[in-house]
């Protein structure tokens, strides 16, 4: 009965539903555990199933200070991508793109990944340029992209204002069509469920306080439900990244921002791929319900709150109305925010530490969400092995020391600039 | 919305500045001879605190001038006046 599948369901249908086993078990944390990951998100859930699905290590915890899944995976806007012009970022979330593509089969949790494709439209001649040259980058990889035209945008996106005299004239797009969306509560529940199958403890409001050491080693943990014995830690606590990695006495490059996204009230199909601004921070997507789910830029300071402020709010929905006219009439029925860890380059920080058994990911600024499983199997290697795999080595700490920064973007050492 | 107390025009809305980040990263002085590490501890670390934090403001649709705030990166609580320090900026 562990198995989700048509004769489960048929079977429970005979007992009005009241009989499924416990998803997620509540366990008490236990004295000792050969790793600990911190953080019961996406990537921290990810992590602890590929450690025992691929490395045999079973006895490990994943420790939530306060819900399972209640951070940044359940506040993203959903979107799945390997659009990338640097082969670091784009052979890793590549690696997630194949994985999400049989994510529900290997999880046997249906996490809705809906390959609609992406498309980022571009407004003058000289963008669609950089777009060829982007997707010339993603096809060298092995990566499909496609140039579109005006026509065959119009085709696609047709409630999209195509219009010469539109307040942005669209002049292409670059589409990668096996991007798309994926359900991000289900991600989290479904490796969660997963990881618990195969014996990890995953203990919600259980909060770190304390990282143990001795001699240079990782030795334990300490927490609000007391001191865990462990040889190593992992941490993907995003907005935590700075405090959680000061008790290793360990700075990080990183500033918290705050992030906000929303979506309108539910209405029929209109929009059934993704939308990106060309000249704005701007995404926009209609989710399996029907109401259109959107995001734009952080606030822009300094932040360690999920309460944000209504500017930047505004300026997405400008941005969405001068490309969907014919949005300005739905209401806005929810918005939220999220502390995003953005780090001095704009890309992330996978890697061991000068503390061993301490391993940090960390700094994924808006982009995390995408990565998930690649980040697990990732993180779960250097875990289990000790050593930086392939796909980590560029996102080590040290390349803020060697110079070899990964920045996508260019915008220099300011985190807040970076997307 | 933030409002930001400009030191030499009051209190403005938030959209009117510019953010320059954190300014208690003190620029090493004698660059000619310090120590890479040190100069990317200026460059790229931070301290990113929950709470006091003092940050780098530019009133740029306004009189244009740098000064530095400090701020509560919890609550976006002022915690002190603006410092008025002409010429100086991130």
Known sequence: MKNYSIWSLFRNAFSGHCNWPQALPDVAPQDQYDAVIVGGGGHGLAAAYYLAKNHGVTNIAVLEKSWLGGGNVARNTTIVRSNYFHEARGRLTEQALKLWENLSRELNFNVMFSPRGIINLAHSTAQLDDYARLGNAMTVRGVNAELLTVGQIKQLVPCLDTRPEARFPITGGLMQRRAGTARHDAVAWGYGRAAALRGVDIVQNCEVTGIVRQGGKVIGIDTTRGRIRTPKVGICVAGASSRVSEMAEIRLPLENHLLQACVTEPVKPILNTIVTHGLFNFYISQTDKGELVMGGDIDGYNRYSTFGELPPLEAAIRACLSLFPSFSRLRLMRTWGGVVDMSMDGSPILSKTSLDGFYINAGWCYGGFKATPAVGQVLAQMMATDETPELAAPFVLDRFHSGHIIAEEGKGPKPWLYH | ?90
């Open chain 2, 1 to 90: 919305m933030l409002r930001i107390p400009c030191p030499y025009c009051g209190e403005r809305d938030r959209t009117e500045f510019t953010y320059g980040g954190d300014a208690r990263v003190q620029r090493p002085a004698d660059t000619d001879h310090i120590r890479d590490k040190a100069w990317d501890d200026y460059l790229y670390f931070r301290d990113n605190p929950a709470g006091e934090h003092r940050e780098y403001w530019q009133h740029s649709l306004g009189c244009r001038q740098w000064f530095t705030l400090v701020r509560n990166t919890v609550t976006n609580e002022v915690l002190k006046e603006a410092a008025a320090n002409p010429g100086s900026g991130p």
